[in-house]
């Protein structure tokens, strides 16, 4: 995968100099000649990665990177100085101000960037590679029952093993539908986490710490509360919000819906699980089918993906057997019409399993929850 770097100096043959080496490597170049229009181009366009010569005509180097650090579209990219200038206290000056590494321009300064760069990339992707199990769960479209089994799921998950620690995060935007499913009205939401991130210690104790939901046996992270809300969110965190989940739960699971999007298509391919939920009518399938021949498309492998076959509308529709030709895979479990009981359930705050003990449908949820871990697992194995 290319990635977007932006190269920042003044001197317009070095600048070209370094712009070349990058694209020899296959990556997607951005460039500016000064700091302001660094700037510019770093909070406009994104890069994955920045190089800077702190010594600019416009700016001193330093503050150059204390806008950046202090800017949350920016705070988490890397920024590698690249200078001609080796005096110490300069070095000193710009690391503290925010370059996260300086490399002094002379004849080993290409292979050292090359592998500085390789370096801090690579930081982001192992760092999703660590810590426990991120499970997500996606529908192509609303209604599918993504939210009450992503919350169901993890409460059966907690009862399968119970000494995981487990997480539940809603990505929906605009507005997030775990929270009213378990009755959370607290203030702790992606949104104000998101905001926190750059004090990235004081976020990562309030991700430790989720508020438990007690009958469901999970940590919340709720989701945007109304669309004002969601308009605040500092999108570029989510990244770093799943990575630090990882590190505090042995399972995260998040409802990504039909939120399909530049923000949430890493976390689908990086995930262990791709839970997708289907319904059997003639327009879903179609549009699950799309969304199937994109993910695909996206790397995202064929057996990281669990297909719940969920009755939600209550009509017949397709058979299972059908909706399998239709979609050309193999759909992992199926859930039957459970009437007006979930949406009851649902409206009482209450995992399924309580409100209806006697329900054969807690055990299909048990034996689901089962075979996600089994099958994740198995592919952990392969
Ligand atoms: N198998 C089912 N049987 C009956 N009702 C269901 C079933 N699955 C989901 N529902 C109901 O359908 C509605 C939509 O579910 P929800 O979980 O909000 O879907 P999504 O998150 O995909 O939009 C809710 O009222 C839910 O209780
Ligand atoms: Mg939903």
Known sequence: MPNKILVVDAD????????????????????????????????????????????MTDLRGEDFAKKLKNDARTAQVPLIALSSDSNPERIKACLKMGFNE??????????????????????????????????????????????????????????????????????????????????????????????????IVSAQSSLNQLPEMRDWKFNLLAGSPDPEMSNLLKVEHMWDIVTSLKQAYDYVLIDIGRSLSKITLPLIQHADLVTLLISTDTSTLSLTKILLDYLKNKGVQEDSIYTILNRAAGLEGLSKAEAQSKLGITINATIPYLNTNLAFANSQHQPFTSKFPHDTAGVIFREIAKDMVGKREKLAVT
């Open 102 to 199: 300086y490399i002094t321009k002379s004849g080993q300064a290409v292979p050292l960037l090359m592998s500085t760069i390789q370096r801090l990339l690579e930081l982001d992707e192992n760092a999703m590679k660590q810590g426990g199990k991120l499970i997500v769960f996606l529908s192509a479209k609303g209604g599918t029952g993504t939210s009450s089994l992503c919350a169901n799921l993890a409460l059966n998950l907690a009862d399968v093993e119970p000494s995981a620690r487990v997480a539940v995060a809603d990505f929906v935007l605009p507005i997030g539908s775990i929270a009213p499913i378990v009755g959370y009205d607290g203030s702790v939401n992606i949104v104000h986490v998101a905001d926190q991130l750059h004090r």
């Open 12 to 55: 317009s043959a070095s600048r070209g100099f370094i712009v070349q080496k990058l694209l020899g490597q296959n990556n997607e170049v951005i460039e500016a000649g000064s700091g302001k229009e660094g700037l510019i181009l770093a909070w406009r366009d994104r890069p994955e990665l920045i190089i800077a010569d702190p010594t």
